[in-house]
């Protein structure tokens, strides 16, 4: 079961025009516990706030202080627009949540909800794939260690992978860790069994 | 000359439209709603003759009738404020046209939480109101290991996941959660496991016929295994009324607890009036519910706002109403003009024989937080034990 998110305390910049529409977001959020911000001028990349909302009906390249959409903070268009273009503009930016205008009271919530969740999960996705990415970098030097133990002790390959992964487990590292030192020499060769 | 003043006061009167279904799975509580409503409304007429016109509408817990009704009232009725709906279905069905046609709901019944609506004014309270400061009450005294029930719809989920959620956290555990539709009343696997299981207790977040059901079952059971009477595993709810307690049958479910905002056992000088009015009307033996007393106030809010501003223009209406805490049954009832709920006191009920709730604790008006931004910086509760 996920937790009643609670956003006490937690700051919003509304990057939108001053209207109806942000008086009655600006609203929405307070009562959330948001302090906010409007403002209609490009994001500052120092200090960001806790989640931002933009107007991706008028919403403008270098409105956001990133290049691609990978945003590093929850990001919520606000959108009127059925215009593709404007949807993937919002795409683009990094957005993980719709706001349809005119606003509805009730889409708010449940969109920062979604925007925050999502936003989490595409950072979790990020680094485990730049950790497995890592993992396929050093996989030949996995090969190599297992070959260099198989020589030594004269083992099958079953029986030198089973002693490097007992031997990374034992210290608490990756295999490729592990392998790592034992080709680099800095490692002596782990005993059988 | 008589025709055009009849025609000018005619035109005066301000049609407010009154939406409860007196029939179907939570009648007995629409029944009161009603009653309530046309109590205030004879009040005002007295008072104020010519000036309120009420337009009832009855959609008999039929969804699609509630947003005709809705649509009949708004579009051609000419109404601009709609006080009713008692389930959270209902009201979430009928926001949008209220929206659309930028009126005013006044909902009166415990909910949820988790809405703040422009276009809605909320008397009945949210869980900081009720379950919150229930469930404080119950975990030291009963243990954290409840068994939670249900509606199966928003909510029963809501309730029950909240509840979840700080039992939880105060390091209880919840031994079992079932849901059961609206009218089901068959309650003996979900009594079963209860047994098995042997709870602190019961969050009931059952409407109606369900809850009568288990009620009845509860009491069977607790005649069989005295650790599952009240004093030992009660059954505990955010929304049994008075009136169904006759429902349940007189001496059914005594002992069991309910929160509420009002009782009719609710000693005050408002509340004394008020049953002395109530009773004058209805009989000595009238119980008054807190979907009665509710509704009552809502419609009085409602029409004596709209009769001090002098508009039915909602936006002014509400712009009155949040200025000042206004007198009403429930004693002063102060508005946020923020998330547009009333501040509520808490009570706690332990049903008796006579078909009322001994209150055993209460505590002062609360202050709505319908989106619990405060709960992990609240104050330690500050519950005044009276027996």
Redo the contacts between chains.
Sequence with gaps: MRETPNFAGWRATILHREDATTERLTRQLKLFGFHVLVQWTPLAADHLPDLILVDADQGWTGLLPWTDERAPRPLVALLGSEAPGRVAWAMDQGASAIIAKPLASSAVYPALVMALAIHRERQAIVEKIAHLEERVRMRPLVHAAVQKISHARKLDEEQAYRILRNCAMQRRLSMEQVAASIIGGAEPLPEAG | MGFLVFGRSMRDAVKIGILYSTTGPYGTMGRDCRDGAELAIDEIAARHPGRIEPVFVDPHANIDQYLEGARTLLRDQGCRHIVGTITSLARKEV??LV?KHDGLLWYMCPYEG?????NVIYTGGCPNQHLLPLLDYLLPRFGRRPYLVGANYVWGWEMN??A??LIEEAGGSVLGERYLPLEETAVERIVAEIEQRRPSFILNNLVGPSSYALHAAIRALGERDPAFRPENCPVVSCDLQECELIDIGLGVATGQLCAAAYFDTVSSAENAAFKAEVSARFGASRRISSVFASAYAAVKLCAEAIIDAGTDDPAVVSRLLCAAPRSTVLGPLRIDA??RHAALPFHLGRINDEGGFDIIASEPAIVAD????????RKPPQLRIVS
């Design positions: 926001i949008p929206e988790f809405e703040a609506n422009d996941r909240l979840r959620e923020e998330t319908p989106y619990l931004t405060g709960r992990r910086t």
